[in-house]
T-cell receptor
Framework: GENVEQHPSTLSVQEGDSAVIKCTYS??????FPWYKQELGKGPQLIID?????GEKKDQRIAVTLNKTAKHFSLHITETQPEDSAVYFC??????????FGKGTMLLVSP | SQTIHQWPATLVQPVGSPLSLECTVE??????LYWYRQAAGRGLQLLFY??????ISSEVPQNLSASRPQDRQFILSSKKLLLSDSGFYLC?????????????FGPGTRLTVL
């Protein structure tokens, strides 16, 4: 089955810096890659996603890039703010199947 | 809107007691529904998913079970809780229509087994 590895497990940045979280997947048939943000005590919230026919997608301060050849995708957050502090999860799926999640990255943004 | 409700929000139960967690979905018909467990505040473990009434797929064998008695209701149960069942339980639904496996999560139930 699919295996998703996520790094780093913890990331500390200063407010205003950029943050990058990376994920690799094992199944070349995977074609959908969402990212979730989970604040303490809440359910994960979808923040951005990308399909395999697209190499990059942006939404304001966040962007996701996908390299199908290398089977990895990354989340980029620019101009980080304290409210960006949360746990971020990447995931992968092959379509009409279940999502396989990474183990999460705790992002800490210091004022 | 396609809202997910989970009940209760928090629960403290003794070891060996039964469990029933409820998930209900609004605004969509015949959704794919999922139960996840999150232990130690981090990774998401898929427990069960359902593509329709009475249809349950189990991902991890354990002392938990799931049922889908109605189109928009998904229930997670146990006859006898273990200490290891403590965690944050999340219900999710697949986005209606489309070709991707986008999932939206409910607010979760925090279960503590003592």
């Amino acid at each position: 089955g699919e295996n998703v590895e996520q790094h780093p497990s913890t990331l500390s940045v200063q407010e205003g810096d950029s943050a990058v979280i990376k994920c690799t997947y094992s199944d070349s048939a995977s074609n959908y890659f969402p990212w979730y943000k989970q604040e303490l005590g809440k359910g994960p919230q979808l923040i951005i996603d990308i399909r395999s026919n697209v190499g990059e997608k942006k939404d304001q301060r966040i962007a996701v890039t996908l390299n199908k050849t290398a089977k990895h995708f990354s989340l980029h957050i620019t101009e980080t703010q304290p409210e960006d502090s949360a746990v971020y999860f990447c995931a992968a799926s092959k379509g009409y199947s279940t999502l396989t999640f990474g183990k999460g990255t705790m992002l800490l943004v210091s004022p | 809107s396609q809202t997910i409700h989970q009940w209760p929000a928090t629960l403290v139960q003794p070891v060996g007691s039964p469990l029933s967690l409820e998930c209900t979905v609004e605004g969509t018909s015949n959704p794919n529904l999922y139960w996840y467990r999150q232990a130690a505040g981090r990774g998401l473990q898929l427990l069960f998913y359902s593509v329709g009434i009475g249809q349950i797929s189990s991902e991890v064998p354990q002392n938990l079970s799931a049922s889908r008695p109605q189109d928009r209701q998904f229930i997670l149960s146990s006859k006898k809780l273990l200490l290891s069942d403590s965690g944050f339980y999340l219900c999710a639904r697949r986005r209606a229509g489309g070709r991707t496996d986008t999932q939206y999560f409910g607010p979760g139930t925090r279960l503590t087994v003592l």
